[in-house]
């Protein structure tokens, strides 16, 4: 009998760390076949001068050491959808942009996620960024961690 309840124990452990979170990434991909019309380029432009440009500034070139660059960001292109998160939710955590350590608080915008669209839609076309444009589904995608 103790031999059973040890095998049982033994496939209740199993069971309980095989539903755990995979570690494999979502990536969040831009699409280039998307259209961006001016009116939704603007709505974003007013999201981000409304919510953003305070730290990021009207250049989105941010503030050195402090506020992380918008425009030519190494960490947007390649972290989308951990920037998208930051926006969404805030973050404390330290990235490096362009071999620049940053390690300011992200406060969550309080943006939806279709304002979340438009402004990221904005910066990722904005300063010489060709980045490309997101879509409503995947910032819906993106969850609490």
Known sequence: MKGLNLILVFFYIIS???CGHSNTKKKVTTSDSATITAKDLEKGASL???KCMNCHMKSGKGIEKFYPPLADSDY???NLEEAIY???YGSNKPIKVNGIKYNSL???SGLTDEELVLVFNYILNSWGNDYGSIKLEQV???KRK
């Open 16 to 18: 309980i760390l095989s």
């Open 48 to 50: 981000y001068r409304a």
């Open 76 to 78: 947007l292109r390649e």
């Open 86 to 88: 930051m926006v969404k």
């Open 106 to 108: 992200m406060p969550a």
């Open 140 to 142: 819906e995608a993106i």
